[in-house]
Each structure stands twice: as C-alpha cells, then as structure tokens.
C-alpha cells in the first residue's frame, strides 16, 4: 500500500527577512531570517517536489481503478477470405456451408453492479489519498526541523565571530597601552607579550570558526535547493531568539498529534478495507452486458458491404467462485493478521513517542539551566571586566588580572552563545517529540 506553510507554530517563525524578486526558485535570499528558510525550503525542496507529484500520480491512479463503474464500451471489426468453405454431409446430400468473405463490426457494452476490485477502489480511496498526503506532512516535518537546526549552527558561528572580534578590539587596546607602558620603562615585557598570546589565540579561533561557515551554508543550501550561483545570508534578532528559547516544559505527550500516528491509523483503514475485500471473494461478480453486430456474407468481395444481417442480445453475468483450494480462506487469515500486527505498531509508536520526548526535555532542561548559568556567569564576567579595566587604568591592578578578566569575559560569552543557540535547537527538538511541528 502506498503509503504544503501555515508552518511551524509561533515560537519558530520570525518575521521575514529581506526577499528579492518573485517567490520561488528566483529568489535571492538576502538578510532571511527562519521562516523565510522554511518557506522557501517547503517551495523548492526535491523531495517534497517527488512527494506532490506522487500525491498527483496516487489520485490518477484512483480515477483509473474507478473507472471500472463506468460502462465499458468497445468496438471491434473483421474481415475473414475462406479459401475453402466447410462442407457438410447429410442424409439429402453433400453441402458447403458459408461464405468465401465474411465481415463483421461489433459495439459491445458491459456495466458492473458488484465489482469486489471496483468496490474496494471506491471504499479506499480517501485513505489512500491520505497515506500519500501523510508522507508529504512527514518529509516536510523533518525538512523544518532540519533547515531550523541549521539555521541555528549558522547562527552560532556568526555570534561567537561577534564575540570574538569585540574581544580582539579589547586585546589590541591592551597590546597598545601595555607595549607603550613598556617603551616607557614602566613594566617589563611580560605584558604585552601575554596580550599578543591572548590576541593571537582569539584571532586564531575567529579564523576557525569562519572557516566552518561555509560548510554550515552549504547544508542550508541543501536543504532549501537554493543555486550556488546566487548570494545566501541570513539575518536575526538578538532579543526574539533569546525569547523565543523559552518553552513550557510541563506540556504532556499526545501521541495522536504526531504524524506517525496518523499514518498508522490510516494504514489501520487500508487494511480493514483489504479484510472485507477478501471476504467479498466469496460474493459472486455481476455485470450486465450488450452486444450489436452487423455481420456481412457474400461469395465475391466487391458486393460484400451491399447488404448486413444484424444481431443483437443483451444478458446479466454472473461469476460465482465454488472451490479454489482453500485459496480464500487463506487471503482472508493473512488479512486478518496484517491488521492484527498494525495494534502492535501502535503500541510501539507511543513507546517511540514516549521516549523520545522525555529524552528531547530531559535534554532541554539540562541545556536550559547552563543557558541561565552562562548568561549570569557572561552577565558577572563583563562586570568584572569592567571593574578590573578601570582600577588597572587607575594604577590598582596589575596587567596580569586584566588578561584574566579578558579571558574569562570571552569563554563567558562563547559558552553563553553556545547554550543559546544549543536550547533552540533543543527546542526543535521536543516540538517534533510534541508533534507541534505542524505544516498546514
């Protein structure tokens, strides 16, 4: 059995970014924020394309097994040349019977009253539609899920080179003072040497995290099947991101919502109604036939099309199986037990569904309590740094302990950045495990 956005609840959409030119392949993506990726990865995606044209096929597949409703009208036409007529002996004498040419043009018609196939065509049909609209939803909930993830490793990246170029600004200050401080006679060159280490470090790790973009850019250009010919940037707010991160954490687990569960029910439907077809195999196939003939006889060809001698009948069939060697009573067992093996899919879907959730929030909220950890540690380290600045310009601390509040102030906000970006993307997580991922 063969088994697009309104999108994405409101806490994963953010307002569009710059879009140039008309929607679809010719768009440039300039400054986008997440739901113009998402849209325009549902729009332009290959697979989600294959999943729609396989929804057109599946309903053209349907008409044609409907099609067995409709009366069945045929034409056909012979001609035949007997070179030797039949001859037949009789008590009177000996005949040849027949003609040398023989024609005949046919119009039969046939209409089903009880088709078991036409009928379970009919009783199926919207579940087959659906099984096929249930692959699309699916693909499409994986396709957000994945276009989000990478939206937020991009993001990432962008934050911690944001961190990292305000902290090589702060080191190159402190290079400068502690390097005139030692042209001056006043400290030895301890200092500015160590503010080189720190600067080079910092400039070393800006470099590697800008080499890891384009990778990240390029799997988002995977996923939105957008043409490396054109420019792909992507833009957001600081403040909503951070906002957004937030999710409840006492939602409970319906499984009914997820997709899988949907499939699963329609499956359930699809094979219910294979039950009942293989129980109407012992029900007999009836039909109603009409045939008109025009036949034609003559011993010479050129005369043969002067004159016809119709014929015409119509008649009711009906097939009924008696024996076939067990061979229904089998089908109907095998039917049987294909739908008793769908409870247990069931069964283990909300297993699966269960334990994927508890592990999506288990997860979130470990990640969430480092988020706020770091955020207060980024919050207490850029006070420090502050304080530690000013009494070393005052002449109260040593260089020594403004390096170290540099240092402390960059690893505090990279791992702030870092458990940001890793909640959200957390956050993706468990609205798949809610089945909240939702394309309309």
Not at 209 to 221: C, D, H, N
């Amino acid at each position: 059995m063969k088994k697009i956005a309104a999108f994405i609840i409101g806490a994963l959409a953010f307002s569009s970014g710059k879009v140039h030119a008309q929607a679809g392949a010719d768009t440039i993506l300039h400054d986008v924020e997440l739901e113009t990726c998402i849209q325009y990865a549902l729009n332009n995606y290959p697979l989600i394309k294959q999943n729609l044209l396989d929804q057109k096929i599946t309903e053209s597949q349907i008409k044609g097994k409907l099609s067995a409703w409709y009366p069945q009208v045929n034409t056909t036409s012979m001609y035949q040349n007997t070179f030797q007529k039949l001859t037949t002996v009789t008590t009177l004498g000996v005949f040849s019977a027949g003609t040398y040419n023989t024609s005949q043009v046919a119009v039969a018609a046939s209409q089903n009253l009880f088709n078991r196939d036409a009928l379970l065509a009919s009783k199926s049909a919207e579940d087959v539609r659906q099984n096929t609209r249930n692959t699309t939803i699916s693909n499409k909930i994986d396709l957000v899920a994945n276009v989000s993830k990478t939206y937020y490793s991009i993001l990432t990246l962008m934050q911690q080179i944001k961190v990292l170029d305000e902290d090589i600004i702060r080191l190159q200050r402190s290079h400068k003072d502690a390097f005139n401080q030692y042209k001056a006679g006043t400290v030895d060159n301890t200092g500015y040497k160590q503010a080189q280490i720190n600067l080079n470090t910092s400039i070393a790790q800006k470099r590697g995290y800008e080499s890891m973009i384009p990778s990240y850019y390029e799997q988002l250009r995977t996923f939105l099947n957008y043409p490396n010919s054109k420019e792909l940037t992507i833009h957001y707010d600081s403040l909503a991101l951070e906002q957004s991160a937030i999710i409840d954490t006492n939602s409970t687990v319906n499984w009914e919502k997820r997709i899988e569960y949907k499939t699963l029910q329609t499956n359930k439907n699809l094979l219910m109604a294979n039950l009942k077809y293989e129980k109407w195999s012992y029900l007999p196939t009836v039909s109603l036939y009409a045939t008109y003939n025009l036949n034609y006889f003559n011993n010479r060809f050129s005369p043969l099309y002067n004159n016809n001698f119709p014929q015409s009948y119509v008649g009711l069939q009906v097939t009924m199986p008696i024996f076939q060697g067990g061979l229904r009573k089998q089908n109907i067992r095998q039917a049987q037990l294909n739908l008793d093996r769908n409870d247990f899919d069931f069964q283990n879907l909300k297993n699966t569904v269960n334990q994927q959730y508890q592990t999506a929030i288990s997860t979130y909220k470990s990640d969430f309590a480092n988020y706020q950890a770091n955020k207060e540690n980024m919050e207490l380290a850029q006070e420090v740094y502050n304080t530690v600045d000013l009494q070393y310009r005052a002449g109260v601390k040593m260089y020594l302990d403004v390096i170290t509040a540099e240092t402390t102030l960059r690893t505090a906000k990279i791992n702030y950045t870092n458990s940001l970006f890793l909640l959200l993307s957390d956050k993706v997580d468990v609205q798949k495990a809610l089945g909240d991922i939702q394309p309309n």
